[in-house]
Nanobody, 130 residues
Framework: QLQLVESGGGLVKPGGSLRLSCLAS????????IGWFRQAPGKEREGVSC????????YYADSVKDRFTISRDNTANTVYLQMNSLKPEDTAVYYC???????????????????????WGQGTQVTVSS
């Protein structure tokens, strides 16, 4: 069974930074894409950034390009999301997700991800407010 555990959320002022962590276990990492999704109240869950655990290639949603950076540590079975220049519209519950896909964009751009992707963490709240 694949398990994902997120951490690192919290309250931060606009312009501030947070780093989220996703610890994965129970599967062969090389065959998976791991990504970050977020869901604000009343909105659909959306892909933020994804990374292939095999080759390290990444994908970013347009709304977070040049502000967020995703990275992986395969030895530690961990994926990180460094979030800089945070905006109030970044406020959401952030979820880690995984699927056996060949490249990063395939996960992050998947329609209706909450209905399709089978493996999710419990979520971590990110609140950006002054």
């Amino acid at each position: 069974q694949l398990q994902l555990v997120e951490s690192g959320g919290g309250l931060v002022k606009p312009g501030g930074s947070l780093r989220l962590s996703c610890l994965a276990s129970g599967f062969t990492l090389d065959y998976y894409v791991i990504g970050w999704f977020r869901q604000a109240p009343g909105k659909e869950r959306e892909g933020v950034s994804c990374i292939s655990m095999g080759d390290g290639r990444t994908y970013y949603a347009d709304s977070v390009k040049d502000r967020f950076t995703i990275s992986r540590d395969n030895t530690a079975n961990t994926v990180y999301l460094q979030m800089n220049s945070l905006k109030p519209e970044d406020t959401a519950v952030y979820y880690c997700a995984a699927d056996p896909l060949p490249y990063a964009q395939a996960l992050c751009s998947m329609p209706k991800p909450s209905s399709v992707i089978g493996y999710w963490g419990q979520g971590t709240q990110v609140t950006v407010s002054s």
